[in-house]
């Protein structure tokens, strides 16, 4: 069993960072890749950035990627995603997700994860 809870939301204005930060509970968080997702009103939830067990492998969607970094910190039971460069098009929901896989790949189906976390709101002014 796998606890998240995010934290790190808020309004910004386009063109500033901000940085998610997801806590993490349960004796399984090593064994488990992480994901970051995102949901805006009216559309279905889309990934946006994975990375493995290890941190050997990360994975992140076209629409972030150079923006977007995704890291965990495992002696912290801690995942980040460190977000620059915002545009009001990544005004979302932010999630964090947890898959209990030891494996080197990630992956970015939402279907794949077992764990979710409450999200927390960005907005991005424009």
């Known amino acids: 069993q796998v606890q998240l809870v995010e934290s790190g939301g808020g309004l910004v204005q386009a063109g500033d960072s901000l940085r998610l930060s997801c806590a993490a509970s349960g004796r399984t968080f090593r064994s488990c890749a992480m994901g970051w997702f995102r949901q805006a009103p009216g559309k279905e939830r889309e990934f946006v950035a994975a990375i493995s067990w290890s941190s050997g492998s990360t994975a992140y969607a076209d629409s972030v990627k150079g923006r977007f970094t995704i890291s965990r910190d495992n002696a912290k039971n801690m995942v980040y995603l460190q977000m620059s460069s915002l545009k009001p098009e990544d005004t979302a929901v932010y999630y964090c997700?947890?898959?209990?896989?030891?494996?080197?790949?990630?992956?970015?189906?939402?279907?794949?994860?077992?764990?979710w976390g409450q999200g927390t709101q960005v907005t991005v002014s424009s």
């Open positions: 997700a947890a898959q209990l896989s030891l494996s080197t790949a990630v992956v970015g189906s939402p279907t794949e994860y077992d764990y």
